[in-house]
C-alpha cells in the first residue's frame, strides 16, 4: 500500500534503491501474502523498533537538555546548537535517509538548545517546565488515541492541508523574524496578547496534526516491510515534533502567566 506521507514514499523510494531483489526474489515476493518483508533476509520494521528507537532518541534529548539546564550555557550556545539541529533536521527531512548517528546527533543539539531555554522560561515562572511537559504529554496521548480509534482519517487531502498549514506557520515565523529587526514587536505573532496567544494555539494544533502524520507513517512503514533500520527516521520525525509542541507549549503557558 502506497503511503500518504510524502516523507515516507521518499523512505520507500530509498529502499528501493538499495535492496533491489533478484527474478526470483520478485516472484517469491509475489506468493507471498500482502505486507511480506520486501527483501528475503532482511529484518523489517516493527513497532516495537519504532519505540525503543524513539525512547532513545528522546533520552538523549533529555540527558542533554538536563545538562545545559544545570549548565545554564546562556542563550548563544542555545542558539547555535538550535541551527546545528536544524540543519541535520532538514537534511533528514529532505534526504528521507534514515541514520542513527544522525538522529541521536540531532537530538543532542536540540536538547541543549530545549534545556537553555526551559531553563530561562523556568527562571520567570517558577514551574512551567513542568506543565509543558505534562501538557505534551497529554497531546501526544490525545493525538494516539484519535488516530487508533480512526477518528480522524489521515487522507491525501488532510495530508496536504496539514503540510500546507506546517509551511504558512513556517513562513510567518520568518516574516515576524525579519519584521522584527525592524521594530520591537515583528508583526505581533510572538507577544504577549490575544494574537500571541491565538498564534501558540494554531502551532500546538498544527504539531498535533503532524503528529498524525508521524504515525500513519510509522503504520503505512510496519505494513509495507521496510527494513529496520528506517524505524529511526520514524523516532526522529517523532521526536521533532514532540519537540515543536513541547517549545509553543512553553510558550502559550508564559503568555497565559504573564496575563496574569
Known sequence: MESRNPAFRKMGEQAGREYTPSPQ???DMYNQPAYAP???GVRTMTVDDV?????LSLGTLALTGAAAWVLNLGMGVALVSAL???GIGLYLSFSGKASAALT???AAFYGVAVGTISHMFNDFYNGIVFQAVIGTALAFGAMLAVYSLRIIRVTPKFTKFVLAAGLAMIGLMLVN???GMFNDTGIGIRENGA???VFSVVAIL???FFLMLDFDMVEKGVQAGLPEKYSWACAFALTSTLVWIYLEVLRLLAILNSSD
Open 206 to 208: 498544527v504539531g498535533c
Open 104 to 106: 541521536l546527533t540531532y
Open 51 to 55: 519505540v525503543v528507537k524513539s525512547f
Open 195 to 197: 494574537l500571541g496567544i
Open 25 to 27: 526474489q520478485l516472484q
Open 38 to 40: 520486501p527483501v528475503p
Open 177 to 179: 523574524l525579519v519584521a
Open 84 to 86: 546545528i539541529g536544524l
